[in-house]
């Protein structure tokens, strides 16, 4: 599946951005976090990762924490059972829990939180305590993410296994912005929330029959596993 926004990418713009309006940190402080942003995204081991991780924690807010476990479920192959369960990995569990409480995480990150929870599920046990902020702030953030994070958003809850009751709130919010956005969705994002809303027992005839409807036109732009989806 691909990661919504490409991670680190899209948090380096953002600290470009940052730097240009010479933010609150002040450009020498938003320089510093870019420049550790781009060595978050150049680890090319989950090892090299935590460890930098380790050294800079008192560095990062929410944009390098999303970073950070974004780049380690991408390099998940080399996350051993012991780096999983080390104390780097729940700090940052910890502190993605936190942000996402207080609201500090953009619908972006949001996405991106969901892709990694699902992503990292059977390796990162710990991602699984920061559910429910996960859900309340994405059903608020509903109405700002782009149609591929509402998709990947609801793949991701879906992914989780999440109960009817625990998905709702995000669910609702997901069928009436896709009754409204539908003509803005990918291929990918028409099959993914089609699968999704089914999984979580949430696809109401009227989304069901708008998705089939959007979805007609492109058939030929479907993956066969995104037709199956359908």
């Known amino acids: 599946v691909v ?13 470009r951005r940052a730097v240009k309006k010479d933010d609150v940190r002040g450009a020498d402080g938003a320089i510093q976090a870019l420049k550790l ?3 978050l995204a150049n680890s090319n081991s989950a090892a090299s990762l935590l460890n930098l991780a380790q050294r800079s924690l008192h560095q990062f807010d929410a944009i390098h924490v999303i970073a950070c476990l974004h780049r380690l479920a991408v390099l998940k192959a080399t996350l051993s059972p012991q780096l999983a ?3 780097t990995v729940a700090t940052l569990c910890e502190k993605l829990q936190t942000m996402l409480h207080r609201g500090l995480v953009d619908s972006t990150g949001v996405a ?6 699902a992503t990292l599920d059977m390796h990162v046990p710990a991602l699984r305590c920061m559910i429910a902020e996960l859900v309340a702030l994405a059903s608020a953030r509903a109405q700002e993410m782009s149609p591929q994070g509402l998709a990947t958003t609801g793949w991701a809850l879906a992914v989780l296994e999440l109960d009817s009751c625990r ?4 669910t609702k919010r997901l069928q009436i912005e896709a009754l409204k956005r539908l003509q803005s969705f990918s291929a990918q994002d028409l ?3 089609a699968w999704s809303l089914a999984s979580l027992a949430a696809l109401d005839h009227p989304v069901q029959a708008a998705i089939a409807s959007a979805a007609i036109p492109a058939l030929d732009l479907f993956a066969p596993k995104g ?3 359908l």
Do not use: D, H, Y
Request: charge should be positive.
């Open 3 to 15: 990661p919504p926004g490409k991670g680190p990418a899209v948090a380096i713009a953002c600290l």
């Open 37 to 39: 942003m781009r060595k």
């Open 85 to 87: 369960r080390s104390a």
């Open 112 to 117: 991106q939180s969901a892709w990694v929870a």
């Open 167 to 170: 998905a709702g709130p995000f």
């Open 191 to 193: 099959s993914f929330t």
């Open 227 to 229: 037709l199956s989806n």
